[in-house]
């Protein structure tokens, strides 16, 4: 079976890929609304004409932006610092750790990343232990869950849809690698997005503990100014070699603040195991995790 810890403290996705901005045509559109701040549409003029004739020059081509996905643009990058941490009772702060994650636009379609968060392992906010521990009781090792990652557009839009897939080391000692094969689709209307982000992580080492794990994570989330946006989320987890016995079920909220274009801080609140099989302990709302996060995107 997976580590328990690593199959119980992981939590909720908050909005998009991990990877994605929310600087685009369309988001900026609903914002501009958001607030009043959209620039008036000037009156069409008269074609132009050449010197010395009444002819119409022909206007230059319109050029159409290219539509929104899940991936980065080519060149551009994502850096994600984020401090993670247990609120549950008798066990605040134990662990803490600081985890970053950065993604890199390979093409248009294709952005790769090198992850140490829950989140961007899993899509799921509410882990803590990965990445650099910082405190001494809680985490399994002092440096600990880190993988590789690719996202590839196989459709752009309102309704964006990606292939992801990867290799993670869930844990160094014992060696617990895994591959990761999912998918990330988020759906648009106005100021409201909409995710789902299933994902099966296959053990390769130690099979005996290690056969895998589903995560289902999804979130429902409103810009609600051009600086603000809100989410709520959950979803369920499960071992493959126990899904009757060590499912688990979670919910949580975040909040995120726009500082600046592509600068970003977040936090988030979430109860990793409201619900869960027969073998989960301690489940309901004893058990919290809180996540604190900037971002930065160029």
Known sequence: ????????????????????????????????????????????????TSPGSDSPVEPPPVVRKRPTGLALARNAYVITLTTEASLGRGAIGKPTSIAPDVSYGLTDRVTLSLVHSGFATTGFRGSAGGGLCVTGEGCAHVYNNAGVEALVDVVRGPFSLAAVG?????????????????????????????????????????????????????????????SWFAAVGGGVATPLDDAGGSWTARVGVIARYRIDRGLFVAGSLFLPKLAGGDAVLDTGLDAKVANLWITYSR
């Open 166 to 226: 990867g290799v993670y080391a869930l844990s160094f000692d014992p060696l617990l690698v895994d591959v990761k094969l999912g998918v990330q689709a988020s759906a648009r209307l106005g100021a409201v997005t909409a995710t789902l982000s299933p994902s099966v992580f296959v053990g390769v080492t130690k099979r005996a503990q290690n056969e895998g794990v589903v995560f289902v994570p999804a979130s429902v989330g409103r810009q609600l100014t051009r």
């Open 1 to 48: 079976m997976l580590l328990r810890p690593a199959l119980l403290a992981l939590t909720l996705l908050p909005t998009l890929a991990h990877a994605q901005a929310y600087d685009d045509p369309e988001t900026e559109r609903v914002l501009c609304k958001l607030d009043g701040s959209c620039p008036k549409t000037p009156e069409p003029a008269a074609p132009p």
